[in-house]
């Protein structure tokens, strides 16, 4: 099993939509998790990072669920900007040194 | 300020070529490390420093040489590269390594070997 798995979509939402996409982790003695988004040719920028049940910022809402280990990023009232590839990133089993990241969901929003 | 900054943006290097990416962070921070992106890939961990030492080094080719000269500061020489060693290189550096600790990216070195 792959330390991180993401949904590679693409999902393609309408302005104002809301949008959601989940991470699953094989890692479960993991406390921490953290979403990055990069746009294209760019480098990868911290969205938010998970150290309990979720985290929220702005329109940005993380959840954990533990059991299944997986954790979710919802974007609400989206906006053209949040049109970008966003990775999860969780520290690897072995070594907690290494961060595993996982493949990228793309969001694409349209006018 | 959450600011790495690498030099060059861009860089084009034959394959007897020697050249060097630099990477400067002025947070604090005691980890940083060296990725490599290929198009459409998630990064890929090359090397990691702790308090200037290198901690870890995934298995890299040794035309890849990194150093540490200070807690400032990370080099990436480079000799002798090939054709698929193009790719995106990213410096990153953390507070400290450990599962909680963000890192923060610089923008990057596009590399092209040619």
């Known amino acids: 099993r792959k330390e991180v798995e993401q949904d590679p979509g693409p999902f393609n939402v309408p302005e104002g939509a809301t949008v959601a996409f989940n991470c699953t982790y094989s890692?479960?003695?993991?406390?921490?998790f953290f979403w990055y988004r990069q746009d294209c040719r760019k480098e990868p920028k911290l969205l938010m990072s998970?150290?309990?049940s979720g985290n929220e910022d702005g329109r940005f809402t993380a959840q954990l669920n533990r059991a299944s280990q997986y954790i979710s990023l919802l974007i609400r009232d989206s906006k053209l900007s949040d049109s970008a590839t966003y990775l999860c990133v969780v520290p690897h089993r072995s070594n907690d040194y290494k961060l595993s990241f996982g493949a990228g969901t793309t969001v694409t929003v349209r006018a | 300020d959450t600011e790495v900054t690498q030099t060059p943006k861009h860089l084009v290097m034959g394959m007897t070529n020697k050249k060097s990416l630099k990477c400067e962070q002025h947070m604090g921070h005691r980890a940083m490390y060296w990725y490599k992106q290929k198009a459409k890939k998630p990064p890929e961990l090359m090397f990691v420093?702790?308090?200037?030492?290198?901690?870890i080094n995934e298995s890299v080719p040794s035309r890849f040489s990194p150093e540490c000269p200070n807690s400032s500061l990370l080099n990436l020489h480079l000799h002798a590269l090939q054709p698929e060693d193009s790719a995106l290189y990213l410096c990153?550096?953390?507070?400290?390594?450990?599962?909680?600790?963000?890192?923060?990216f610089g923008q990057g070195t596009r590399l092209t070997v040619v």
């Open positions: 420093y702790s308090y200037e030492k290198l901690s």
């Open positions: 990153a550096s953390s507070q400290e390594t450990g599962a909680n600790t963000e890192a923060f």
């Open positions: 890692n479960s003695a993991s406390q921490s």
């Open positions: 998970v150290y309990s």
